[in-house]
């Protein structure tokens, strides 16, 4: 019997649907467990109405096989959108490539588009694998022509790109978006802020400090035996140190079990989270994570996600950081338990989410989050103030009036400082806390003729002032994404 499709999943569905005929790329974000594929699942339906049945759907995601197998599970409740489906499958990015049913996908993909029929690519978990030149980009290229949002596509290709964390696509910064409200049962990321249950994970120190950190962790853990009868303990540790399983072993009638990807126990993570424990326990979620998205949280008492000192570039991404944590939501989800984590990295996602909600796309898009594609990095720069003056007796006299004492420099006679720059950028170059410099901009210096002759030509004859008035953060992006090219 086909799952019901709740009012804010119908909502969205129509809001993308009217989207579509607008343009050929549309955003749906939404938080972690709030309901994407139910959107996605009455989108097709109607598509399918739309198009009369002549149409096509191909549904890719990411490398879990057991949300695959969910989701394939859930679309062939729907028999107008399993006989559309594209090789009646949910794809992975490398298998359009390397394996048959790829290469037998791509030809029934190629006679689709040959013969004219819409094409609807849902991309879920839109997030990963688009890096520039990876598989997704080529595959894009190859079949389609062009990447999603780009301005040459063909007319009847259309992309729905499905993700809790775009961040690289917030950072080309001109998609069709809609955001998928949550439903009023949902407990999210501002659940837990309110309620109080989100705590700073400790930072994993290195040399000389590594002791510190187990030391912090055998803190913690005995806190949890001396005052938790029964219960799990979640621990997702992806370090090479393991510390916090060897805090673990290092007090007594401490119980745990390791799941590893490397030892292909994962899968039993769900299972055990469903059996009452009779004492507590510590669940340990080492590697790579991949497993289902609803998992049993009634018996939860305390969820841990580590995370790397904030210097440290190998650190884990806000958006991988997010998806881990986002484990615990859902609806009716358990909120009676604390998580530690980066708190600053959810506070800033339930800005970013808060923002979409209201449709400020600008502002959340602004939000330097980062993903496997794209990162930020925030540095302190000087806050300027720029004042111009006809004249250098007004211009010292501002300056003395400033608390500083006036240095002139003339910019046709000053072979070493590249003054028309300097003032096109608002710069402070002068060293010292007490003499600040006045550019007089009377002619261009025969070693700077080019950042003259783009100099604003208002400002020729003037004497300028760049008065320093505190500082401010900068954000400098950094994207490897398909869409790179195109980001601010």
């Not at 679309?75 to 107008?80: R, S």
């Not at 290229?141 to 596509?153: A, K």
């Not at 035996?225 to 621990?235: A, E, L, P, R, T």
């Not at 400033?402 to 060293?431: H, I, L, W």
């Amino acid at each position: 019997m086909p799952e019901k499709i709740y009012r804010n999943q119908q909502k969205a569905a129509n809001e993308i649907f009217h989207r579509f005929s607008e343009t050929n790329t549309v955003l749906l974000t939404a938080e972690a467990q709030s309901g994407k594929t139910g959107v996605c699942i009455e989108l097709m339906n109607k598509l399918y109405d739309k198009h009369n049945g002549l149409i096509n759907f191909l549904y890719f995601g990411p490398s879990d096989s057991v949300l695959r197998k969910q989701t394939r599970e859930r679309l062939n409740q729907y028999p107008e959108i399993n006989i559309s489906l594209i090789g009646g499958k949910v794809y992975h990015h490398p298998n359009l490539y390397s394996t048959n049913e790829g290469r037998e996908m791509r030809k029934m993909l190629s006679s689709a588009i040959r013969l004219g029929r819409p094409v609807y690519v849902i991309h879920d978990e839109a997030h990963i694998g688009i890096k520039k030149d990876q598989k997704v980009e080529k595959f894009y290229n190859d079949l389609f022509g062009s990447i999603p949002g780009s301005d040459e596509h063909k007319d009847n290709v259309f992309y729905l790109m499905v993700s809790a964390t775009p961040f690289s696509q917030d950072n080309k910064g001109d998609f069709e978006e809609v955001y998928l409200q949550p439903g009023d049962s949902y407990i999210g990321i501002r659940n837990f802020i309110d309620a109080g249950r989100l705590k700073e994970a400790f930072p994993v120190l290195r040399g000389r400090k590594k002791a510190e950190t187990l030391r912090n962790y055998e803190e913690l853990f005995q806190s949890y035996i001396d005052n938790i009868d029964k219960g799990y303990f979640v621990i997702r540790d992806g370090t090479t140190s393991m510390l916090t399983e060897k805090a673990v072993a290092s007090l007594p009638n401490a119980k745990h079990t390791v799941f590893n990807s490397r030892n292909k126990n994962i899968k039993d993570f769900e299972t055990k989270l469903s059996q009452e424990p009779d004492k507590l326990e510590f669940l340990f979620i080492q590697q790579s994570y991949k497993q289902g998205k609803t998992l049993n949280k009634d018996y939860v008492v305390c969820w841990y996600e580590y995370h790397s000192e904030k210097k440290r570039s190998n650190g884990r991404s806000d958006a991988d950081l997010i998806q881990s944590v986002g484990r615990n939501f859902g609806y009716n989800a358990n909120v009676n338990y604390d998580i530690y984590t980066n708190v600053d990295s959810l506070k800033k996602a339930a800005e970013y989410y808060e923002k979409a909600e209201i449709s400020d796309y600008k502002l959340k898009r602004a939000m330097p989050l980062s993903d496997s594609a794209t990162k930020h990095s925030i540095k302190r720069a000087r806050n300027v103030q720029q004042y111009f003056y006809s004249s250098r007796e007004d211009a010292v006299q501002a300056v003395q009036s400033f608390g500083y004492k006036p240095y002139v420099m003339t910019c046709s006679d000053n072979n070493e400082t590249d003054m028309a720059t300097t003032v096109t950028n608002s710069s402070v170059r002068q060293s010292g806390a007490k003499r600040l410099n006045i550019y007089h901009l009377d002619s261009p210096n025969k070693n700077f003729q080019e950042s003259w002759n783009v100099l604003d030509k208002s400002y020729h004859g003037s004497f300028v002032v760049n008065l320093p008035i505190g500082y401010k953060e900068v954000v400098n992006t950094n994207s490897t994404s398909m869409w790179a090219e195109a980001s601010k």
